[in-house]
């Protein structure tokens, strides 16, 4: 047996909400919508990760999640733009990421980060 895929469920009334910061901001593919649910994703990578943690790393609060992208300085002025609440960062940690955390219109707080 071995895991294929892990996926974040969060409980939301306003799909709508996920769509703008998932889809419209990240550039997430809408992958399924049934209406009361929908699921944003990458038909390029499907890795299964899950982490574990006592601390976000520089004494940050720990994320709920991590999403990597290829160009945090462009995904960070458009969450600024958008409104969303910046809570750390950006800056360049010592185990080689350039990150910044975002609160998602359900108040998980979101660690974005590139590698250097």
Do not use: C
């Amino acid at each position: 047996m071995k895991v294929k895929r892990i996926v974040s469920n969060i409980h939301t009334v306003d799909i709508g909400q996920a769509r703008r910061f998932y889809g419209d901001i990240l550039g997430l593919e809408l992958l399924m919508d049934h209406g009361w649910i929908a699921t944003f994703g990458s038909q390029e990578r499907m890795d299964v990760q899950i982490s574990f943690a006592s601390q976000g790393g520089s004494d940050t609060p720990t994320p709920d999640f991590s999403i990597e992208v290829d160009d945090v300085e462009a995904v960070y002025e458009q969450m600024r733009e958008a409104g969303f609440s910046v809570e750390y960062g950006p800056a360049d940690e010592p185990w080689g990421v350039r990150r910044f955390y975002v609160r998602d219109p359900f108040g998980k707080l979101v660690n974005i980060l590139a590698h250097l």
